[in-house]
């Protein structure tokens, strides 16, 4: 019984192997080291982004199918809801298929995914979710430019994105916004995991100045952002610290990263 | 190469050992929502479960007969939806309830509520709420962080009668607000609000839109006009004639109408008025203590009026922001319609139309009407009329009808050496007048010529006019060569 729960492991193993190598670092795009100031905290101190690999779409539902069908854990009947709430792939018609509407919406990101299975799908592709830091930082390059921190019209694209309603079906990844490095739909698609949705420092009422309120976001004023411009980034902090890692959301989707081999051998 | 390919066969497979291990731990959880519920529903079981009525604007529930406090279980479900902000003008709105102000809620004094806030799955935002009829941190803010397909549950005693506002305080704040995610909950005072006849729910509220006011399509918000606070609207419910017409508020002649007024903001602070009524009583500032016979009632961003009066007469009566460019120019308008029987002692209506002959009436003007613009002249006839009228008005005095002058003080200008021998110095002397010694046909002159205002044209003119009299050499001056000369010839 168990040799052949082994064996099984080990095929599966080996499936998942050639999964990562078809995904690879083809569609993963090169950001530069570099260093941002991200828009909380009354510091104007810049932090530091290594170089790191971030792929270039976020995950469509073609991709996560493949990965459900060779995952059974992690399909809609048979997750736990400890790892995701009860709408978890609510968009698909069943475990193994996306149903009537997969025309649709195969080259569109995955959504209704939890964090536990947007990590599980990273890792089982050999990579990883973003960091806050990270994710921002690449988020901040404009078509242009990498860093388009005074730029009003990009800020505009943001503000469009929020306010309007979710379209009944997501346009297919490459039809979305192509920034600096090549990576699409940053600003404008889907809400993204990272890895460490939950280190911001946004509390359930956003207006408290506690003991730690030179970090907290002050809503209504803003008053400790560095940058009033980028007003709306204030959303994607929000959003992110409404999350739990087994809540799955509509418009909320992920793509993964990877770090580049000079760190892997830092560490 | 085949070493790291086992290598990596058993880095996924360690993978795949702690995903199944991960797995096999939770099937016991109970769920953070069913763990809620049930803490909501085990307290207070006293209380009779009463589930809130709730309505949208400006409609507002039944009051409240029972004579005790009940436990009041209230839903309110967030949505955002783009709706009409203005004829052609859409708008995407944050909403309590799918409306422009949020659903109103209508609770008792010492009632205990369970407030569920669920957030819809198609939301693309996570959203709060802030009850100021709450007392505790945040108003229910800090129990009701809510993400997009989930709910939340908090509940709160109603320890102060009165109206209350209601709004996300979710970061950006201001933006949240702005979209219209406020409203309002009325805790009524144990012993109710006196009887009336018709209640309405108005609430203001001040929206920042990319383009100007009516610009057509749909409008993103604009960060710059709401930190300015400069709205392209201000209006009443949630959209630029959402009380007028077929949507006004109405009342029959004799009712006593109570109007719950609101004001979201985010910004601005109404003067709420309604023309042709005088409140008989307001609740100020949505409180317990009451004003008698105002005109005009302040209702501050975040905060609320109770304004009640009797509707004596028929007719249209319109509901302002009487900060009055906001009514007229920026869509704070409402209408509330009364229909029945005149009263004309109280109101004649329009008992005569006749013509006005003031007493010593003359040609009115208006004041900012403008001066009429000065004639030219067309050609050298036209010059030397017009030249004519500037002789007699600026230089007669001086140089007398006929140009003759004053022996010993005012040199002559007919047959004169010194006009006729420079004509632009001449003009100089008109343009910038003249101070000291001349010779003028053989007299010594030592007067002052004063600087006449005079333009270029009436210049051009009136020199004109006297070359071509009292024996002088003739010709036209232009108003160009006035002013070449003038430039050329400064005194």
Redesign the interface.
């Known amino acids: 019984m168990a040799r052949q729960l082994l064996i099984f492991?080990?095929l599966?193993?080996?499936s998942?192997?050639e999964t990562a190598q078809q995904s690879g670092t083809a569609a993963m795009a090169r950001i530069k080291s570099g260093t941002f100031v991200p828009l909380y905290g009354s510091e104007k101190e810049p932090v530091a982004v290594q170089g790191f690999q971030l792929d270039k779409y976020p995950v469509t539902n073609a991709e996560f199918l493949a990965f459900v069908k060779q995952?059974p854990?992690w399909q809609k009947s048979k997750v736990?809801?400890?790892?995701a709430?009860q709408?978890y792939l609510?968009h698909w018609a069943s475990d193994a298929s996306i149903g009537a509407e997969a025309a649709k919406i195969s080259n569109s990101p995955v959504i209704n995914v939890s964090w536990?299975a947007a990590k599980?799908y990273c890792?089982?592709q050999?990579k990883r979710l973003p960091t806050v830091n990270e994710w921002e930082y690449a988020a901040l390059a404009s078509e242009t430019k990498p860093d388009a921190t005074n730029d009003e019209r990009f800020?505009?694209r943001s503000?469009?994105w929020?306010?309007?309603?979710?379209p009944q079906y997501l346009p297919p990844v490459q039809k979305s916004f192509r920034n600096y490095y090549g990576v699409f739909g940053m600003i404008g698609l889907v809400?993204e995991w990272t890895a460490d949705f939950n280190s911001a420092m946004?509390?359930?009422?956003?207006?408290?100045t506690g003991k730690n309120g030179e970090q907290q976001?002050c809503?209504?004023g803003?008053s400790n952002a560095t940058d009033?411009k980028n007003?709306?980034a204030?959303?994607r902090?929000?959003?992110r610290?409404?999350?739990?890692a087994n809540?799955?959301?509509?418009?909320?989707g992920f793509r993964c990263a990877q770090s580049t081999k000079a760190q892997v051998a830092r560490r | 190469m085949k070493r790291s390919s086992i290598t990596r066969k058993l880095q996924l497979l360690a993978i795949a050992i702690y995903c199944a291990g991960i797995l096999g731990a939770c099937s016991t959880q109970t769920t953070e929502a069913e763990k809620a519920l049930t803490a909501g529903t085990s307290s207070s079981k006293e209380l009779p479960v009463i589930e809130a009525e709730l309505t949208a604007p400006p409609l507002v529930p039944a009051p409240i007969t029972r004579k005790h406090p009940a436990k009041v279980v209230v839903r309110l479900e967030v949505t955002e939806v783009v709706q009409k902000l203005a004829d052609g003008v859409d708008y995407t709105f944050w909403t309590f309830g799918g409306s422009v102000p949020g659903k109103f809620i209508r609770i008792r004094q010492n009632d205990e509520v369970e407030f569920h806030l669920m957030n819809h799955p198609d939301s693309k935002n996570p959203h709060n709420i802030d009850l100021h009829a709450v007392t505790g941190p945040g108003g229910g803010a800090a129990s009701t962080f809510t993400a997009p397909g989930h709910e939340t549950v908090f509940s709160f005693k109603a320890l102060n009668p009165g109206l209350y506002v209601y709004h996300c305080a979710t970061a950006p704040v201001g933006m949240h607000i702005a979209n219209g995610m406020y409203g309002l909950i009325l805790v009524e005072p144990e012993e109710g609000l006196p009887k009336v006849d018709k209640e309405y729910y108005v609430m203001q509220g001040d929206f920042y839109t990319k383009g100007g006011f009516g610009d057509a399509g749909l409008q993103p918000f604009d960060m710059g006009k709401a930190l300015d606070e400069n709205p392209t609207y201000v209006v009443f419910n949630g959209s630029v004639g959402a009380l007028n017409g077929d949507n006004a508020l109405t009342a029959k002649t004799g009712e006593t109408v109570r109007l719950f007024v609101g004001n979201g903001g985010p910004n601005l602070v109404s003067s709420f008025h309604v023309i042709g009524e005088i409140f008989d009583k307001v609740y100020s500032e949505g409180g317990s203590k009451t004003n008698l016979n105002v005109q005009t009632t302040l209702v501050p961003a975040g905060g609320s009026a109770i304004t009640e009066f009797k509707a004596d007469v028929p007719g249209t009566y319109i509901l302002v922001d009487h900060s009055i460019f906001r009514a007229f120019n920026k869509g704070a308008l409402g209408m509330l319609k009364v229909e029945g029987p005149e009263y004309k002692d109280i109101y004649s209506g329009q008992i005569m139309d006749k013509v006005y002959l003031p007493e010593g009436a003359t040609i009115q003007e208006m004041p900012l009407a403008k001066a009429p613009t000065a004639p030219v002249a067309a050609n050298k006839d036209q010059r030397l009329a017009l030249g004519k009228a500037v002789f007699v008005q600026n230089c007669q005095a001086c140089h007398q009808a006929e140009g003759q002058g004053i022996k010993g003080a005012f040199p002559p200008l007919a047959k004169s050496d010194y006009l006729n021998a420079d004509v632009d110095r001449s003009i100089g002397v008109i343009a910038h007048g003249l101070e000291g010694q001349i010779k003028v046909n053989g007299e010594l002159y030592n007067s002052t010529m004063p600087k006449l205002k005079l333009t270029d044209e009436e210049i051009a003119n009136v020199m004109t006019f006297i070359l071509n009299n009292w024996g002088n050499k003739g010709g036209e001056v232009t108003t160009q060569q006035v002013a070449k000369a003038k430039a050329s010839n400064k005194h």
């Open positions: 492991l080990l599966w193993s080996s998942l192997l995952n854990q736990k809801r400890l790892f709430d709408n609510r536990f599980a890792e089982c050999g800020y505009q503000l469009e929020y306010s309007q309603p979710n809400w946004l509390v359930v009422d956003a207006r408290g976001f809503g209504g803003s009033l007003y709306v204030f959303m902090y929000a959003f610290s409404s999350l739990k809540y799955t959301v509509g418009n909320l």
